[in-house]
């Protein structure tokens, strides 16, 4: 009985699905209050936030694109090649849930830079994300600081499956927590042959951060400036859609939008992110305002992600079926670490780093 206690129950379909349902009254609300005020939007601020986040995506393909040229500095590819593939990316993050973008954007890398291999490409994100932590903990600790996100007994009752899910139930989210870690243990074991292999390609993607001052220079450098345009972006969304544009609500915006997009279960956090907004400015504007501008802000981005999406896919691969693409690319991946499988014979192996056998 005592081993049993350990395990914690599993939520209950009408749980699951009442929670879904929640979240999603909070968006369909959200996107009615939108067309409501949409007379009342201002374009021309709408507009400019767009073009800033059009900024902040350019700034962050090049950073990656000079993280790729460090892991391959005998292979010559295009910049625009990699814009390419990480606006397609982002453009299919904005539709679909799960990181569905990251196979698009990896296997349209992949095949940009001659030579590259999946696990090098793949761990190229590593460098980006190092700066991306540390910024968006400073963004976190000013939104903490003004007191103004909920607590955790108060994340059950936001109408966001996305948050309410995990805090009303902790003793699951431990347990698929632990699952995961442990399954991510066994499979490391399971594949430990081919572990040298493996470990030098995931070098290979992070060797920028062996030269720091080169790192600073051409990845740093990059990654503040796109944080910049996307603060800028954020102050002109909130003006566009009345809340009021201030560097406090912008960083609040932020936090938000970082907090809701944690668990992927909805495309760009729908829902999570309209129940943390409303919270978060209940002092600042009205619910009806809010809900508008949250909505409102997502539908542009997506739109716009997406749209430099299909002219990127159809540029790069000469059809605009993103489920052709995804599969493609996971066939790719898988196809490409079963040729990875190191030979038998030693007289025959390859230098790992040295690209795909």
């Known amino acids: 009985m005592g081993l049993l206690s350990l395990v914690p129950m599993e939520p209950s379909f009408h749980t699951v699905i009442a929670s879904i349902g929640s979240s999603l009254d909070a968006f369909f609300d959200a996107v009615s209050a939108f067309f409501d005020q949409l007379a009342a939007v201002g374009w021309g601020a709408l507009a ?4 800033l986040h059009l900024g902040h995506l350019l700034c962050r393909s090049r950073a990656w694109f000079n993280t790729l040229r460090a892991a391959y500095p005998n292979e010559r590819f295009r910049w625009r090649r990699l814009i390419g593939a990480y606006v397609a990316g982002v453009g299919i993050n904005s539709i679909l849930p799960a990181r569905a973008g990251d196979v698009t954007k990896i296997y349209f890398a992949k095949q940009s830079v001659p030579n590259s291999t999946y696990p090098a490409v793949t ?4 460098v980006e994300s190092l700066f991306d932590m540390t910024a968006g903990a400073f963004v976190m600790l000013f939104a903490i600081t003004q007191g103004v996100l909920p607590s955790v007994p108060q994340l059950p009752n936001l109408p966001a499956f996305d948050l309410s899910f995990w805090a009303d139930h902790p003793r699951f ?6 699952f995961f870690t442990l399954g991510l243990l066994s499979i490391y074991a399971a594949v430990s042959v081919r ?27 990059l990654q ?7 603060f800028g972006a954020f102050f002109f969304f909130l003006e566009a859609f009345h809340v009021g544009g201030s560097v406090r609500n912008a960083l609040l915006a932020m936090s938000v939008q970082g907090l809701s997009t944690l668990t992927p279960f909805t495309p760009g956090g729908a829902g999570a992110q309209q129940a943390l907004l409303v919270y978060v ?24 992600n997406l749209s430099l999406a299909l002219i990127a896919i159809f540029l790069m691969a000469q059809t605009l079926s993103i489920k ?34």
């Open 173 to 178: 989210f431990l347990f698929t927590l632990t």
């Open 324 to 357: 052709s693409i995804i599969r493609r690319g996971e066939a790719e991946r898988k196809g490409a670490e079963a040729v990875a499988e190191p030979p038998t014979d030693p007289a025959t192996a390859i230098d790992p780093v040295g690209g795909e056998r």
């Open 224 to 230: 503040a400036a796109a944080w910049l345009l996307r």
């Open 281 to 304: 400015f209940r002092g600042v504007a009205s619910r009806t305002t809010v809900l508008a501008y949250s909505v409102g802000q997502q539908i542009a981005l997506a739109a716009f």
């Open 123 to 126: 761990s190229s994100f590593f």
């Open 195 to 221: 572990a040298v292999i493996f470990w030098d390609r995931i070098k290979q993607g992070v060797v920028i951060l062996t030269d720091f001052h080169r790192y600073l220079r051409q990845v740093a450098s």
């Open 48 to 51: 400019f936030a767009l073009l």
